[in-house]
């Protein structure tokens, strides 16, 4: 069974940067993509990106798009959220997620079938 463990949150000044790390273990091989969602207080998880496990293929959503990036390490078995110029509406638990099998949408929680305990990201302005 894969396990996800996020790490790399923090607190960060608004135009700041962190990179946000996601380690898969239990099975890593089966694992056809991997994304990350957010969560603010009082809002709905909502998809931030996600990336094959073939690294072919990545995804962003718009608010996020040209300030964020997804990429991932298979030696490690790591996935990683580089995010550059934050601002305080980044501010939001986030979680590290996989699917072990094809699946052509991404954007729903429900494309997903295994999830990390979530990192907290704090931007100040």
């Known amino acids: 069974q894969v396990q996800l463990v996020e790490s790399g949150g923090g607190t960060v000044q608004a135009g700041g940067s962190l990179r946000l790390s996601c380690a898969a273990s239990g099975g890593s091989i089966s694992i056809y993509r991997m994304g990350w969602f957010r969560q603010a207080p009082g809002k709905e998880r909502e998809f931030v990106a996600a990336i094959t496990w073939s690294g072919r293929s990545t995804n962003y959503a718009d608010s996020v798009k040209g300030r964020f990036a997804i990429s991932r390490d298979n030696a490690k078995d790591t996935v990683y959220l580089q995010m550059n110029s934050l601002t305080p509406e980044d501010t939001a638990v986030y979680y590290c997620?996989?699917?072990?099998?094809?699946?052509?949408?991404?954007?729903?929680?429900?494309?997903?079938?295994?999830w990390g305990q979530g990192t907290q990201v704090t931007v100040s302005s």
């Open positions: 997620t996989a699917v072990r099998y094809f699946r052509n949408s991404y954007y729903y929680t429900r494309d997903y079938d295994t």
